[in-house]
């Protein structure tokens, strides 16, 4: 474990500090810290950050609440940059937005950037934004009884594919099955977030499981 001391800060005492979603591994924010702002975060284990426009430090959060609990700090090779793995309470940008990083200067036509929350927020538009011949506005309009009785299918799908020892066609199966249960979240105003939200409550469990084993 490094310590502050065998960083190497620029000549105003300052190192950069890279933000990351500890669980979605995106981008939040790019930071600065001296040593008495790390030090802070270090031992209040939320990000506290030097305003290089104010001048002074500030605590991610003081003022807007959307806190980001720190998961690690990591130093990179040549030991003048960091990473902070976090996992915030509310936006990381001041203009209210999941990351500061949303305005495209290039993007390649080959490698297409995808997710299940950008998924899901698609599936969610066909609410309001329908489109002529839309298998997800189809579902939606037949309402909760048609959008379960196609969970409860895929399921058995994914049952078949996975008892058959088929990779391929399990994957494609499983693929049906996530795009159906998306549907079901809209239908019923379930973020993803929501669940996510859910796993972490019991990987917190989990842990504390663990160390009462250990003991």
């Known amino acids: ?13 300052l190192i950069s500090a890279v933000v990351t979603d500890f669980y979605t591994k995106k981008v939040l924010t790019v ?7 790390l030090e802070i975060s270090m031992r209040e284990g939320k990000t506290c950050f030097y305003s290089r426009s104010r001048k002074k430090l500030w605590r991610k959060g003081e003022t807007s609440g959307n806190y980001q609990n720190i998961v690690a700090i990591k130093a990179d090779c040549d030991r003048d940059a960091l990473t902070v ?4 309470s509310g936006p ?6 999941d990351s500061c990083f949303n305005d495209y200067v290039y993007m390649s036509d080959e490698l297409e950037e995808f997710s299940v929350a950008d998924l899901y927020k698609l599936i969610d538009g066909r609410k309001t934004d329908k489109k002529e011949g839309s298998y997800t506005n189809y579902l939606f309009e037949q309402g909760i009884d048609k959008i379960l009785k196609k969970v409860g299918e895929e399921s058995a ?7 058959g ?6 994957v ?9 249960l998306l549907v079901l ?28 084993r250990m003991q």
């Open 31 to 37: 930071a600065y810290m001296n040593a008495a702002s």
């Open 1 to 13: 474990m490094l310590k502050i001391s065998e960083l190497k800060f620029d000549a105003d005492g």
């Open 185 to 212: 979240m809209s239908q019923m105003q379930i973020a993803p977030a929501d669940v996510i939200d859910e796993l972490k409550k019991r990987h917190v469990i989990d842990k504390k499981v663990k160390q009462q």
């Open 92 to 97: 990381a940008c001041h203009l209210g937005t």
């Open 165 to 170: 020892g088929d990779k391929a066609e399990t």
């Open 85 to 88: 793995e976090v996992v915030k």
């Open 172 to 180: 494609y199966e499983i693929a049906d099955l996530v795009y159906h």
């Open 157 to 163: 799908e994914v049952l078949i594919a996975g008892k």
